[in-house]
C-alpha cells in the first residue's frame, strides 16, 4: 500500500560533479522543490530533493517527529550527494532553509540558499494565543486547519502537495530547530544567498534581515520578488527565483 502522497515523492536528477540538495518546508512535500531541481538539472547539475521524516504521509506521522529526525533526512541526502559529487551546495525553502543554514555549519558544503526562510516563529494570532498550552493541547487536539494563502498562481496552488493543517505537537519542535539555527548563523561561514517575497503573508520579509545580520558569511547577499507568496518556488516568480539560485550556484561551485 502506497504511503506517500501523490507527488510528493522525493526526486534525483543525475548531472555534473556539482550536487544540489533541496530542501522542502514544514508540512510540504518536495513537491515544492521540484520546479527548481529541474531547472537545476537542465543547467547540468546533480539535483535531490529530500523528503523530511513525518511530512507527505500523514498529519499524524508528522506528530510523532522530532527536529532531529528532519535534521537527519537532510543529512542523508548530504552524504548521497557528496559520495557522487565533487561539491555540494544546500537549498531550502522555509523550514527547509532553516535546515540547510543550520547544516551548512555542519558539513563541507560549498554555499547555503535560504529562501522563504523564517527566523522565529511566524507571527500567527493563533499561535500567540496557543503557544502557552501548545504540549498539552497537542494532546487533545492534533492539529489546527491551515489559514487561507495569497497564491498570485492560482493554477500552482491547486497543484500543491502538502498537508491541510498543522500538527500541534510539531510546531514545538520547529521552535526548537529554530533556536539551534539562531545560535549557529554566527558560524555559518560558506557564501551564502537569501531570497523572500516582499508580499509574504506568512513569514514577515523582515525575517531574512534578521538571518542576514546573524550571518557569520563574509559572502552574504540578499533577493527579493514582489509578485509572490511564501511559496516562491512555485508562485508567479518562480523562473526568476530558479534564474537567481542557478547564478549563485554557478558562481561558488563552478
Known sequence: MKQIMQGGEPFFFHGGEVGCLLTHG????????????????????????????????????????????????????????????????????????????????????????????????????????????????SLVLGSIPKGPRNWVDSQAAQERVAYAAHPLRAILELEALLNEMQRNLPYLTVPVLLMHSKNDQFIPPDHMQAIYEQLGSADKSMAWVENSNHIITCDAEREVVFAAVADFVRRVAG
Open 26 to 137: 514544514f508540512t510540504a512535500t518536495p513537491q515544492e522543490m521540484r520546479g527548481l531541481g529541474e531547472y537545476l538539472a537542465s543547467q547540468g547539475y546533480t539535483v535531490l530533493g529530500v523528503r523530511l521524516f513525518g511530512h507527505g504521509t500523514s498529519v499524524e506521522d508528522m506528530s510523532r517527529a522530532r527536529w532531529r529526525d528532519w535534521l537527519a533526512s537532510v543529512e542523508d541526502g548530504f552524504h548521497l550527494l557528496n559520495g557522487l559529487c565533487a561539491k555540494v551546495i544546500m537549498a531550502g525553502l522555509s523550514t527547509g532553509g532553516a535546515i540547510s543554514l543550520l547544516l551548512g555549519t555542519r558539513f563541507a558544503v560549498s554555499g547555503v540558499v535560504a529562501l522563504s526562510t523564517l527566523f522565529e516563529l511566524p507571527p500567527d494570532p493563533r499561535l500567540k494565543l496557543l503557544r502557552p498550552f501548545l504540549r498539552p493541547l
